[in-house]
């Protein structure tokens, strides 16, 4: 089981005695923001079923200012007092606590220099294990401080597989009776969608957005990644049919729409309102309704994501596709798509009038259906664009051979051949479809 472990920077005080408070309810009265934080961070986990235990850890950091002044002694600030007064260091302080486990000093540098800087990255980040669940208290940390935690946290995320469960701080200088412990996981969480999104974005990969299902409170924030989890996987995976006919992707849109228009948005959503905006334009060129384009547009998104086998996978069988939703045939049905193949393959080899050196043993059912196929205005040897629409087709057919024995012919294009062409005929065939349709 993975260890809880609180991390904190000792500042130097003097501190003042207070009350603080977490979900407008008093925590706890004290000179640390550290006790009152683990004790709300206690109550909060035993509730969660998720209790701390002996071998969890709370450390605390420390320059050697901080160990005297306040850790070994507590140099306080008290009403009426000109200079500080002696009192109680944190060491003390928490020894009268019941947690399970002891706060631990570990010692920093003052942070004086870059070199300094970096040795306090190290000392903290090796005080972390693989798997652990980090809860930070940032109340003590000022000027560069907070900057390098926010890089230590990402780094911890991607060396060690942390997870980051808490981001808490003292806000010790608001003017109330009690002093809120803010909760400010919530900017962690936006840091890990902002990487998982920009991940999707850039490369069409929906790991990082899946795996933060684990961290998501929002059941309907759920459903949009599985959504969009499986929209993706039916274009790696060349799910022809349900690209075609765009269910899935309907319903993600929908789902997407109803969570951006939403009225009720807490101001911290707002950001992730952004991003997933972002997500909803990456979906715009595909119809969210039955449509043969579709096929053509994941084989452009395969490119753009270097799924080039894929890419030419969909676009050969999206041309049998198309041909078939053209003359109502059955798009699941292997022997009509079949007919439509061997109509194409007839064009390109111009023997649509050489019955006798079409393929043997066609019953006359498959010959009026090919001839029916072969009638159609979008493969007659007639129109620049119809003749180009055929010669796409064989090009692609080949390509996708040389793919399918793995190049194992000869003069097999080289990767970066492969690349260019594909993304060559990806553009190809959605301009003449355009034109085609333009011209009906």
Not at 98 to 114: A, E
Not at 299 to 326: D, H, P, Y
Request: proline letters at 3%; glycine letters at 4%; hydrophobic letters at 35%.
């Amino acid at each position: 089981m993975a260890r809880k472990v609180f991390i904190s920077i000792l500042g130097t005080g003097p501190y003042g005695e207070c009350t603080y408070s977490a979900n407008e309810r008093p925590v706890f009265t004290t000179r640390y923001i550290q006790l009152a934080t683990l004790k709300y961070l206690v109550e909060k986990c035993t509730v969660e079923n998720n209790p701390w235990t002996v071998n969890d850890v709370a450390i605390i950091f420390l320059t050697s200012k901080a160990e005297s002044d306040q850790w070994n002694k507590g140099m306080a600030r008290v009403a009426g007092q000109v200079k500080p007064v002696e009192k109680e260091g944190l060491k003390a302080e928490s020894e009268k606590m019941d947690f399970p486990f002891v706060l631990t000093p570990k010692p920093i540098k003052d942070g004086k220099d870059t070199d300094e800087i970096w040795d306090i990255f190290d000392t903290i980040f090796n005080e972390i294990n693989d798997g652990d669940e980090l809860y930070f208290d940032i109340t003590h940390a000022f000027r560069y401080l907070p900057m390098l935690l926010t890089v230590l946290i990402n780094y911890s995320k991607f060396l060690k597989k942390v997870t980051v469960k808490s981001i808490t701080y003292g806000n010790f200088m608001a003017e109330t009776d009690s002093k809120p412990i803010m909760d400010l996981t919530s900017i962690s969480v936006l840091q890990d969608w902002t990487y998982a999104a920009g991940t999707y974005l850039d490369s069409g990969n929906v790991t990082k957005l899946v795996e933060l299902k684990s961290i998501i409170k929002s059941d309907v924030l759920k459903k949009i990644v599985d959504k969009l989890e499986t929209v993706i996987k039916e274009r790696q995976t060349c799910r022809g049919l349900q690209i075609h006919n765009s269910e899935s992707l309907s319903s993600l849109k929908s789902e997407l729409s109803d969570f951006l228009e939403s009225k009720d948005v807490n101001p911290e959503d707002e950001p992730l309102h952004q991003i997933l905006k972002k997500v909803d334009t990456s979906l715009e060129e595909f119809s969210v309704f039955p449509n043969f384009m579709n096929g053509f547009q994941a084989a452009k998104w395969c490119v753009k994501n270097g799924l080039f086998q894929q890419a030419i996978t969909m676009l050969r069988e999206n041309f049998v596709t198309l041909f078939c939703e053209r003359h109502g045939f059955d798009l699941m049905d292997k022997d009509m798509r079949l007919i439509v193949e061997i109509a194409l393959n007839i064009q390109i080899n111009h023997k649509q009038n050489r019955k006798d050196k079409w393929p043997i043993e066609l019953s006359d059912t498959q010959i009026v259906d090919i001839e029916s196929v072969l009638q159609d205005k979008w493969i007659m040897s007639v129109g620049k664009h119809n003749n180009e629409l055929v010669h796409i087709y064989q090009e692609i057919r080949d390509y996708r051979n040389n793919f399918n024995h793995a190049g194992f012919n000869e003069n097999s294009p080289s990767p970066q051949e492969i690349e260019a062409k594909v993304n060559e005929f990806v553009e190809r065939t959605i301009t003449c479809f355009y034109k085609l349709n333009n011209n009906q």
